[in-house]
Each structure stands twice: as C-alpha cells, then as structure tokens.
C-alpha cells in the first residue's frame, strides 16, 4: 500500500492502515488542511466555495462524499460537477468564481490508486509554498469546523462538460466547418472512465458521426493500464489496422492527456500530440513562443524556430510548464505526455481542447495522418533509471556528472540536461528514494539508448559498481 504527499496533492493506494495509503480518515486529514488553506486565502470573505468532481474510478464516488462534507464542515459551500475531466473542474473553479477546486483522480495510476489533486482560485494547481503549506496544516492535524447554522451548502451541476465543449467551439482556431467537411471515421479508446462521455460530446458538437467506440463505458473498471503508451493500445491499434478508419483518439482517466494512432494502426507519438498541436498554432500566430518541459521532444524547439519564435524549457510538472509559460507570453506549451496546454482556453492540459485542434489541424492538411507525422523531425527518446545505495548522495553525483560535461550546453533547472548538438540527455532525481532518472534524445533509437548508457557508465565509474538498472 502506498501514500505519498506532493505540493499538487495526495495521492494513493484503496485500501490498508491510514497513513500507509489512501483511507477515509487521510482523505478527511488532506481535504480539511485544504479547507483551512482557503480559508486563509480569503480571509475577508464571510462566504467560501470549493468545485470539486471526479473520473470514473471505483473509489471516486466514496471519497468524493467524503471531501464534500469535510469542506461543509468547515464552513465552505460545494459545487460538485459529478463525473467530469480534469481540464473540466478547473475551468469551472473560474466559472463559479470559486475559492478553489479538488478533482477526485489518479489520472494514469491503475485502478487501485486514487488521488485529491488540488487547485487555487484560477483553476490552476497549486504553488509549491501552497502546498507545503498545505502538508504542514495537515501534518498539525488542528482544525476548526463551523457552528450548525454555518455549514457549507451543497449543490450539484451536471452542465459543466457542455460549457467546456461551448468554451471550445468558441476558439477561433476550432475549425468546426473543416473538421465536419473531412468526415471523419474516428475510434476512440477512453479506458471506461469520463472520457467515454466527454469525447462523445465533443465529437458531436465537431460534426463527427462516424466513429466506433472502445473501453467507453464509465464503469471505472478499466480495461488495460490507464496510461496511454504504445504497449497499453494494442487493442485500439488492432482495429485501426482494419483500414476502415481516418485516426485513433485515446485519452487517459480524467481526459488531460491525449494520444493519437494513425490510420494504419501505427503510433503517432505520445511525444507528438503538442508538436502537432503547436504546429497548427504557430501556422497561424507565426513568431509565438512555446513551453515545453526539460524532458520532452526536441522536435517543438525546431517545429517552433521554424515559424520564428522562440522555444522555452520548463522544470517537469504542470504547474512549472503553466508558471514558465505565463512569464514568455507561450501561446501552446505542455508537456510531452500528451498534455496540450492552450492559454486561449485555460492554463491546463486537456485533451478536448488539443483533439479539437489536431481535427481542425488535420482537416486543414487535407492528407492522412501518418503523412502529417512524416512532416515532423523524428526524435526518439530512451527512458531509463539507476537505484543507488541509501548512502551515496545523488546531488553530488548529477553535480560531478555537471562537471564532467562542462563544455556543453547544461541547463540545471530540474537536475542536469545535457545537450549533444540536437541530441540531449536528462538527469533527475527522485525526491522519494535513491534514484536517478535517465531521459536521452536522438534522431535514432540505437543513439538514445547509446547515449543514456554512456551517462550510466560515468556514474558508475563515479560511485563504483552499488547501482541497479
């Protein structure tokens, strides 16, 4: 069982003793620090308001009625949008003028897992002092709940996914006309959670009829790994390779990630999802800038000096992508997980908002989408990790491995990356346990790995042979 305490929120395993994973009574904890934290924010306010909603989870609805009447308790009044998105509460925390909002989710985690993900009064997730703070109140465990006549009020509305679909179409960049001309045989794998609703509703209000749907019943049981990479689709791939379609949509749990298959069965890329999007964006505001984090693909710094704007790093995490691009003036960044972040619309990622800009984007080229990918440079990245020994100090390692590559390029935001010319690798570690994360680039698999072995090799000369790969 685990549990494990961020500045984003808590997230954690169904099931076992409090405090070793997520129970009634650390969900309670968690949620009163947080209704204290508002409380605080908006001191000179006699009234408070929290949205909160969920995905599909087995466990949601349960704790979502626990989150509900801890914040009543406090004093503070509910504005819960039921079965939802991530992307979906934000926008309604700005909508419903509110102090604040929870999304009852673990995103990608599998079934078991569940989390309270936390936003301050932009729809955005926390600060990092924020959530500290947050912690520390919960760690204190001392709160005060409000008298009988000042409970929270509680209220329910469905509306807010129709609102978000409505917010969508508005963007002048949301070509419905094209996408409706296209005619679109689409097949969508929604992994039995919200997006088995949502992407729906929003294909329908884009003028898509044809398509065929996988995994979209909102059971909450889901049918493979939530977390949509390649070894997780093969069943949506499966069916693309019939032929009879124009592209496969996949989306995770709580629908803030998005990932795309072309007609032919084959990946589009996890990666690529923001480099298409952005593409699209900057062909139209060319000279506009772009975010993306230490972590992700090369390819949105060329798609991005291509239409002459300027391509800016983040430190991983949504809420460093949004806090970078907000101090660039970005008009699209993410995260290369799928997340598509369109501040024309809001500062989060949502994948209803990044598939209605790739069909408007795909409808515009006119061809397929495999020969839209082949318009890109085409990076791969080698995902690996070191465990090292409790006592060797992970700091001083990524500084000697800093030293060491001295000459090139180094940004050091969040650990070390390391560029080779349009090759790259990236060094972060763990705040968790003893480990170091090996991110590397390159135009061909063979190199990534090549590269990230090359860097494990140095730390190994650098601590002896007391590592795991």
Known sequence: ???????????????????????????????????TWIKTQASASNTFKVVIGRDARLSGEMISRIVSSTLQGLGIDIVDVGLSTTPTVEMAVVMEKANGGIIITASHNPIQWNALKLLNEQGEFLSASDGQTIIKLAEENDFTYAEVKK??????????????????????????AAIAQRGFNVVIDAVNSSGGIA????????????????????????????????????????????????????VDPDVDRLALICEDGSMFGEEYTLVAVADYILKHHPGGNTVSNLSSTRALRDVTERYGGQHF???????????????????????GNGGVIYPALHHGRDGLVGIALFLSHLAEFGY??????????DYHISKNKIELTPDIDVDEILEMIKQKYAKNPINTIDGVKIEFGKEWVHLRKSNTEPIIRIYSESDSQSTADYLANKIISDIRELVGQQIRT
């Open 199 to 250: 992407v729906p509703m929003l294909l329908d209000a884009l003028g898509v009829k044809k398509r065929t749907l996988i995994n979209c019943d909102p059971s909450g049981i889901f049918a493979h790994n939530p977390e949509p990479l390649p070894e997780h689709l093969i069943q949506i791939a499966a069916e693309l390779e019939k032929g009879r379609y124009d592209l496969g949509i996949v």
């Open 151 to 176: 409970l929270g009020k509680y209220t329910t509305d469905n509306t807010y996914l129709q609102k978000h679909i409505e917010a969508i179409l508005a963007l002048p960049l949301v070509n419905r």
């Open 368 to 377: 397929s989408i495999s020969r839209l990918r082949s318009t890109y440079p």
């Open 313 to 335: 790093a983040a430190a991983v995490g949504e809420v460093n992508v949004v806090t970078a691009m907000k101090e660039c003036q970005s008009i699209i960044g993410g995260e």
């Open 1 to 35: 069982m685990t549990l494990i305490t961020s500045i984003s929120g808590i997230r954690g395993t169904i099931g076992g003793k409090s405090g070793g994973s997520l129970t009634p009574s650390d969900v309670l904890k968690y949620t009163a620090a947080y209704g």
